[in-house]
C-alpha cells in the first residue's frame, strides 16, 4: 500500500502543468546560456584568463562541454530550488485547500506513511530536475562544444582537470547537489504541513534561502558559529569535486549538516502532519 501510495503521488506530480515549468526553465536557461558561449564564449575565456596569460599558455580546447557544463551548473544550481519548491511546497497544503485530504484519509495507510510517500514522490520529481539539468549541461554541451580538459578557477589560482579525470567528478558532485535540493524539497514540504495556503510555503521557503544566504555570505563575526550550521552554506560543496586535491572532510561534514536538516525538517513534518486537523 505504501508503494502505491508513493506511485499515485508521483502521478499527480506529474498530472500538475506547474511541474513541467522547472524542465522548460531548465531547458530555455541552459540553451541561452549555450548559445551565448557558442557565439562569445572565446571572448569570455580571454576575460577569465587574462590574469594568467603573462605566466601561463592555454593550448587546445579550452572552451568544452565539460566547461559548458560548469559553468552552466554554477549559474543555475541556485535556481533550481525555487523549481523544486514550486511542486514540493504544494504536495501537502494544494491538497488541504482542495479537500482531498480528507478523502486520503479514509483510505488504508497512515498518515506517517502518507507523508513519506509524499516525501519520496517529491524527492523523484527533485531528482528529474537534477538529471535534466544535467543532460542539458553536459550532454548538449559536449555536443556543441566537444571534449577537453577543464578549467576550474579559485580564488587562490586555476586548477586544470584532465578531460579522463572529470565525469566522475560530475556525478560525485550531482549526489551533493541533489542532497542540497532534497533538503529544500524537505523544508517546503515540512512548510506546507503548517498550511493550507499553496503559495505560502513557497514564497516562505525562498525567504528562507535568501536569508540563510545574506547571513552566510556576511563576513560579520557574529554569525560565524551560525554560518556553518546552515543548510545554504553546503548547498555549493559541489565544487569541492572539482578541487585538487578534493577537500573530503569539508564535504563530510556538509552531507551530515544536510542530511541532519533532512531528518529534522522531516520530523516536524510527520508531527505536524499526524496533528493536523484534515477532516473540517
Known amino acids: 500500500m505504501f508503494w502505491k501510495s508513493t506511485y499515485n503521488e508521483f502521478?499527480?506530480?506529474?498530472a500538475?502543468?506547474?511541474?513541467?515549468i522547472g524542465l522548460a526553465a531548465i531547458t530555455v536557461l541552459?540553451?541561452?546560456?549555450?548559445?551565448?558561449?557558442?557565439?562569445?564564449g572565446l571572448a569570455y575565456i580571454s576575460f577569465i584568463t587574462a590574469s594568467f596569460e603573462q605566466t601561463l599558455s592555454f593550448q587546445g580546447?579550452?572552451?568544452?562541454?565539460?566547461?559548458?557544463?560548469?559553468?552552466?551548473?554554477?549559474?543555475?544550481?541556485?535556481?533550481?530550488?525555487l523549481l523544486v519548491a514550486l511542486v514540493t511546497g504544494d504536495l501537502v497544503s494544494g491538497e488541504a485547500a482542495m479537500g482531498s485530504l480528507r478523502m486520503l484519509a479514509t483510505k488504508?495507510?497512515?498518515?506517517t506513511k502518507?507523508?513519506?510517500?509524499?516525501?519520496?514522490?517529491g524527492n523523484a520529481y527533485t531528482l528529474i530536475i537534477l538529471l535534466w539539468l544535467g543532460v542539458m549541461a553536459i550532454g548538449f554541451g559536449r555536443i556543441l562544444f566537444g571534449n577537453g580538459d577543464l578549467m576550474v578557477l579559485k580564488s587562490d589560482g586555476l586548477i586544470i582537470l584532465k578531460s579522463n579525470d572529470v565525469m566522475w567528478r560530475f556525478f560525485s558532485g550531482f549526489v551533493i547537489a541533489y542532497l542540497a535540493l532534497v533538503t529544500i524539497a524537505t523544508l517546503s514540504i515540512t512548510l506546507s504541513c503548517f498550511t493550507d495556503n499553496s503559495i505560502g510555503p513557497i514564497v516562505t521557503t525562498m525567504a528562507i534561502i535568501i536569508l540563510f544566504t545574506i547571513i552566510g555570505t556576511l563576513d560579520v563575526p557574529v554569525f560565524d558559529h551560525v554560518r556553518p550550521l546552515l543548510f545554504t552554506t553546503h548547498m555549493a560543496s559541489w565544487r569541492s569535486?572539482?578541487?585538487?586535491?578534493?577537500?573530503?572532510?569539508?564535504?563530510?561534514?556538509s552531507v551530515i549538516v544536510l542530511l541532519v536538516h533532512i531528518a529534522g525538517l522531516l520530523g516536524i513534518?510527520?508531527?505536524k502532519f499526524n496533528k493536523k486537523d484534515i477532516l473540517s
Open 108 to 111: 488504508p495507510i497512515s498518515r
Open 241 to 253: 569535486f572539482f578541487y585538487d586535491p578534493i577537500p573530503k572532510q569539508e564535504i563530510i561534514n
Open 30 to 40: 541552459v540553451s541561452v546560456i549555450l548559445f551565448a558561449m557558442k557565439v562569445d
Open 16 to 20: 500538475k502543468p506547474r511541474s513541467y
Open 269 to 271: 513534518a510527520l508531527y
Open 114 to 121: 502518507l507523508l513519506l510517500s509524499k516525501f519520496l514522490a
Open 11 to 14: 502521478i499527480k506530480i506529474a
Open 61 to 81: 580546447n579550452v572552451l568544452n562541454g565539460n566547461l559548458m557544463a560548469f559553468i552552466v551548473l554554477q549559474t543555475l544550481i541556485i535556481q533550481v530550488p
